[in-house]
């Protein structure tokens, strides 16, 4: 498995990532012997980053990790997890509720110490609370050693790339904004690489935008966005490929020319982790990406934001 370094001292980590919302139950019912295991195969195939939260599955997705890592050396993963986000429409960035969260998200996990906290999807939380409260935290547990890096996750950009150069952060996670589709995480990345941050692609099928099925109901894009995927998929299919793994490849094997250390993708199967690990390997086939992407060519980096649809991400 390819590595990368996660920060100037870091340790190496998988250029592909075990999401661990899948973990959850986020979208299909997963049993504690399926959990554990995809992420011994993960592990077993090099895969050592982990990325989970709180908000996944109400706990139980770290719940289920941790007792998936029982008897595995702390130094062979490197783990991730969340603060802030408690519900779909519940955000807490105070102190007390990140010190909180921390102490059960360890328990919950069965570790000592997170080698990255991140603040979750902080456009939605009260900013007061995250500059006062969440950030300072975090900053004392990195210097008390109890976390190893801290960061924040999000969708927007702008706020993410100007918390993580204002407020001595470590790591970016930006989700569905390095995609076939959205490629302006690409520039963001850079920077904050030359920086020293270290920047986390998630979400690289766009939340499922980019697959044959199409993405749920509640997914924000535009009908224009969607429209084009679904050309996509089926100028895919025509040409006998699949859109859904085309994606992959794109947002995995050029994620280092962006300035993305790491890919997190949700994986609750091995079938999904070898399919993963298949399109991080496989040379893209030309033709088919140019199909894919001559139909997404009208849409490109137009994101929800710029281009608001009928749907609306949870907590949204």
């Known amino acids: 498995m390819i590595s990368n370094?996660?920060?100037?001292?870091?340790?190496?980590?998988?250029?592909?990532?075990?999401?661990?919302?899948?973990?959850g139950g986020v979208y299909d019912e997963v049993s504690q012997t399926q959990a554990d295991a995809v992420v011994a195969a993960a592990l077993d195939a090099g895969v050592n980053l982990i990325d989970v939260a709180p908000y996944y599955g109400a706990t139980r997705a770290e719940t289920v990790l941790g007792?998936?890592?029982?008897?595995?050396?702390?130094?062979?993963?490197?783990?991730?997890?969340?603060?802030?986000?408690?519900?779909?429409?519940s955000w807490d960035f105070t102190r007390d509720a990140v010190l909180r969260s921390l102490d059960e998200s360890r328990a919950r996990l069965g570790v000592d110490r997170i080698d990255v906290l991140q603040c979750h999807d902080i456009e939605y939380g009260d900013r007061r609370q995250l500059l006062d409260g969440a950030l300072p935290a975090?900053?004392?547990?990195?210097?008390?050693?109890?976390?190893?890096?801290?960061?924040?996750?999000?969708?927007?950009?702008?706020?993410?790339?100007?918390i993580a150069l204002t407020e001595g952060i470590d790591t970016v996670m930006a989700y569905c904004t390095y995609t076939l589709q959205d490629q302006r995480l690409a520039p963001v990345a850079r920077r904050l690489a030359?920086?020293?941050?270290?920047?986390?692609?998630?979400?690289?099928?766009?939340?499922?935008?980019?697959?044959v099925q199409g993405p749920p109901d509640w997914h924000p894009a535009h009908d224009r966005v969607r429209d084009a995927a679904m050309e996509?998929?089926?100028?895919?299919?025509?040409?006998?490929?699949?859109?859904?793994?085309?994606?992959?490849?794109?947002?995995?094997?050029?994620?280092?020319?962006?300035?993305?250390?790491?890919?997190?993708?949700?994986m609750s199967q091995t079938e999904?982790?070898?399919?993963?690990?298949?399109?991080?390997?496989?040379?893209i086939d030309p033709e088919i990406l140019a199909a894919a992407r001559s139909a997404l060519a009208p849409v490109e980096n137009l994101g929800w934001d710029l281009l608001p649809g009928g749907g609306g991400k949870a907590g949204a």
Request: net charge positive; hydrophobic share 45%.
């Open 5 to 23: 370094r996660l920060g100037a001292d870091g340790p190496l980590v998988s250029v592909l990532a075990l999401g661990g919302a899948a973990l």
């Open 67 to 89: 007792a998936a890592l029982r008897g595995v050396a702390r130094d062979d993963v490197v783990l991730m997890t969340k603060v802030g986000r408690q519900g779909d429409k």
């Open 272 to 283: 999904i982790l070898r399919r993963n690990i298949a399109a991080l390997t496989t040379p």
């Open 232 to 266: 996509a998929a089926r100028r895919c299919r025509t040409l006998g490929g699949d859109l859904s793994f085309v994606a992959l490849q794109f947002a995995l094997q050029t994620a280092s020319e962006a300035g993305v250390v790491s890919t997190i993708v949700g």
């Open 138 to 162: 975090l900053r004392d547990l990195r210097t008390q050693g109890v976390v190893g890096r801290i960061g924040v996750t999000g969708y927007d950009l702008d706020l993410l790339e100007t």
């Open 194 to 211: 030359e920086r020293g941050v270290a920047v986390f692609n998630a979400s690289p099928l766009g939340m499922g935008l980019l697959t």
